[in-house]
């Protein structure tokens, strides 16, 4: 689950970063036709605030020192992307991707940042099943992952 602020774009793609474009917020038509877009398979470019290697460095260290990187695009899987409620330009979007996905990609081609991001599950894993006084024997564990 993600919350995506519509009415800005940020040089991070989180709140933490600088405002690059403030705009009008997409109407929900127009939201709702951008959404239809971005599922599937999609290419879009790597946030500059992310982890992947660049010439040998991290991207991140580079847009900390202020040094402008063209990023690379990646294939993303979007298996959905389900609007859940619109109000005051933020989108609460609830999604299921594949690993390698950059959910602040996904708000940027949306014209916006992350304002929040809930991880929900991994794999065969999700938070509903979190109890932190039983622990999965590894095991089982592994046996869930074939």
């Given at each position: 689950m993600?919350?995506i602020d519509?009415?800005?774009r940020?040089?991070?793609?989180d ?5 690059v ?5 997409p109407?929900?038509e ?10 599937g398979e999609?290419e ?10 660049i ?5 991140y260290?580079?847009h ?9 695009v ?16 933020v989108a ?10 950059y959910?602040r990609?996904?708000?940027d081609?949306?014209g ?8 929900t ?6 938070v509903d ?11 089982e ?6």
């Amino acid at each position: 689950m993600t919350e995506i602020d519509l009415a800005a774009r940020t040089s991070t793609g989180d709140p933490e970063g600088e405002v690059v474009e403030e705009h009008e917020p997409p109407s929900l038509e127009e939201l709702e036709a951008r959404l239809v877009e971005l599922r599937g398979e999609v290419e879009l470019p790597i946030p500059a605030a992310s982890a992947v290697k660049i010439g040998g460095e991290r991207a991140y260290r580079l847009h900390r020192r202020g040094v402008a990187v063209d990023m690379p695009v990646r294939r993303m899987g979007v298996r959905e992307l389900e609007l859940e409620r619109y109000e005051g330009g933020v989108a609460h979007v609830d999604l299921l991707v594949s690993s390698g996905t950059y959910v602040r990609s996904i708000a940027d081609a949306l014209g916006g940042h992350c304002r929040a991001l809930r991880r929900t599950e991994i794999g065969p894993f999700s938070v509903d099943e979190a109890d932190p006084e039983k622990i999965i024997p590894p095991d089982e564990a592994l046996a869930r992952l074939g």
